[in-house]
């Protein structure tokens, strides 16, 4: 990852491709990554899992804020909570790693 702390990660996955050409980023994350919706589930997400939504969820707020028009508060403070939640949840777990391959 080349950049952290609120920046999305250079990424070309197929998700994230298919998100960007979704009509609509909200509704692409509310279907085929559901854990936005819920801050319990996205709590629960596993390690393997943050480094992807982490990334999708900085994508998808880029991308709603430059439409804002087309997207209700709501949903971009849904995104925001979700993306704060993922950020604390894999910072953490970076650091960890870091921590315990340096011992």
Known sequence: ??????????????????????????????EYFWE???KKECK???PANLKCAYCLLC??????????????KEQIEKLTIAKSIIAKRYFAYA???????ST
């Open 59 to 72: 994508t998808a707020l880029k991308l709603a804020k430059r439409n804002k028009q087309k997207y209700e």
């Open 36 to 38: 936005i919706d819920s």
């Open 44 to 46: 629960q997400l596993s």
């Open 1 to 30: 990852m080349k950049r952290i702390l609120g920046i999305y990660p250079l990424c070309s996955c197929l998700m994230k491709t298919d998100m960007e050409k979704a009509n609509d980023v909200y509704e692409f994350l509310k």
């Open 95 to 101: 650091i960890f790693k870091i921590c315990k391959s």
